[in-house]
């Protein structure tokens, strides 16, 4: 049974940072791409950011370029997103995905149930 699990999502002043973990069970984490999606209230699921199954490779989202940094730890089969510089417009549940690196949801086939993450101005 696959198992994605996210955490480390709460509130958090403007400016603040938060790191969120993804764990995966029920997979070979080491042989998938993996990425960071996030829906805020009342809007669509967006890409946020996504690294390849080595970590040699990563992608970003406009919107948190230079903010939030995506790693991942093959030998714990953890997946991770350092947010830093938090914006009120970072507000929103993001959701950790396996699959094929790329922007689209359709490239991942594996989700989690999101945590959820505020930021007050």
């Known amino acids: 049974q696959v198992q994605l699990v996210e955490s480390g999502g709460g509130l958090v002043q403007a400016g603040g940072s938060l790191r969120l973990s993804c764990a995966v069970s029920?997979?070979?984490?080491?042989?998938?791409?993996m990425g960071w999606f996030r829906q805020a209230p009342g809007q669509e699921r967006e890409f946020a950011a996504a690294?390849?199954?080595?970590?040699?490779?990563?992608l970003y989202a406009d919107a948190v370029q230079g903010r939030f940094t995506i790693s991942r730890d093959n030998a714990k089969n953890t997946l991770y997103l350092q947010m830093n510089s938090l914006k009120p417009e970072d507000t929103a549940v993001y959701y950790c995905?396996?699959?094929?690196?790329?922007?689209?949801?359709?490239?991942?086939?594996?989700w989690g149930q999101g945590t959820q993450v505020t930021v007050s101005s």
């Open positions: 029920g997979l070979t984490f080491s042989s998938y791409d």
């Open positions: 690294i390849s199954w080595s970590g040699g490779r990563t």
């Open positions: 995905a396996a699959g094929a690196l790329g922007l689209r949801e359709d490239n991942y086939g594996a």
